[in-house]
């Protein structure tokens, strides 16, 4: 809850930085204006209508997982072993001598394994002991503002040679975590029908509870522009996706009672005793679904299996290169 307080916060305080900012633009301009009616010598203005620009983009991405499946409980805890490649599709429109808006999509998959990134001779041992895992792939659609520090008040050609930026904005996306199911049903003897198969886990209700799979974000990073030619732009950027979940990995909250769910569900739900020598002997204690006995501290309902307290989150790490749109128009017209 704080962090989200948190995340709000910041948004606000970068909403009225941003209409600060645009404000002064606005006083600015009004000044530029006064200005230029009375030095009117001809055609002449402020951000007129020929500097405003719109362009088309492609970018390639790296995403990075940050949630209960990390390597340590840390916030910012990631196992860069599963960054994770993604393309996205862009267009833009540049409004002012310091502002662009965005729209992109982004096809985006994110990874995490308990088994691979924590040990179980650390103090990550309860995170090997309760081996989960995920994949989620996503469709993210977002409109995010950049804002520029170096400013250009004339048109696309005169852009400068390269600025750092900052954005911020909002993202709506599908996700769908799965895991692989395991080779048999808890009983550890009959085979289960999907041993092997990526399995859907948001219908398994795996914590008794359903969630969304369509969710929102919100982006926010910063990085720099850098001019390769007349109409081509190369963005850098770095930023994180603050969602308003915790299910990306399915792992939230606690164990519900084994009986409650399906036998695919019970299968998906608890894995300990996919390690190997587990449940371990001393700490065998039978669970609520006769004749299975799970690890002491796991399995059971009220068994810590994630932790609430802090949303997932994912960091994306992006290199776009943009292309503007109606360039020769322009030559044209002002040759
Ligand atoms: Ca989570």
């Known amino acids: 809850m704080r962090k989200l307080c948190f995340a709000l916060l910041s948004v ?56 209960d499946l990390a390597p340590t409980p840390s916030t910012f805890s990631t196992d860069i072993s599963f960054t994770a490649p993604s393309i996205g599709l862009s267009a833009f429109h540049r409004f002012g001598p310091r502002y662009t808006l965005q729209v992109q999509y982004l096809y985006a998959s994110l990874q995490g ?87 859907d886990l948001q219908p398994l209700k795996t914590e008794g509870n359903s969630y969304s799979l369509i969710q929102f974000a919100v982006p926010f990073g910063a990085g720099a522009r850098f001019r390769i030619n007349e109409v081509f732009d190369l963005w850098a950027d770095i930023g994180f996706r603050y969602t308003f979940t915790d299910y990306l990995d399915d792992v939230s909250g606690n164990y519900v009672d084994l009986n409650t769910l399906s036998t695919l569900g019970q299968a998906m739900a608890y894995r300990t005793n996919e390690l190997a020598g587990y449940p371990t002997p001393g700490l065998s204690i039978p669970s609520e679904l006769a004749g299975v006995n799970v690890q002491a501290g796991y399995g059971r309902a009220g068994d810590q299996r994630g932790s609430p307290k802090q949303n997932d989150i994912y960091m994306v790490t992006s290199i776009r290169l943009t292309y503007i749109l109606g360039a020769t128009f322009h030559k044209a017209k002002f040759r």
């Open 113 to 199: 394994s308990d088994k691979e990134s924590a040990s179980k001779d650390d103090e990550n041992v309860f995170r090997y002991q309760r081996n989960l895992s995920f994949r989620n792939r996503m469709h993210e659609l977002s409109a995010v503002a950049y804002f520029d520090l170096f400013e250009n008040q004339a048109t696309y050609i005169s852009r400068v040679g390269w600025t750092p930026y900052a954005y911020i904005g909002l993202a709506a996306f599908y996700h769908n975590p799965q895991a692989k199911a395991p080779a048999n049903e808890l009983d550890g003897v009959t085979s289960l029908a999907e041993a092997g198969q990526w399995v």
């Open 12 to 67: 606000l305080f970068l909403v009225g930085l941003a209409y600060d900012s645009f404000a002064q633009f606005n006083r600015k301009a009004i000044k530029r204006n006064n200005k230029n009616i009375a030095n009117y010598r001809g055609k002449k203005g402020g951000f007129g209508k020929r500097n405003v620009y719109t362009g088309i983009g492609f970018s390639v991405n790296a995403l990075n997982y940050f949630g």
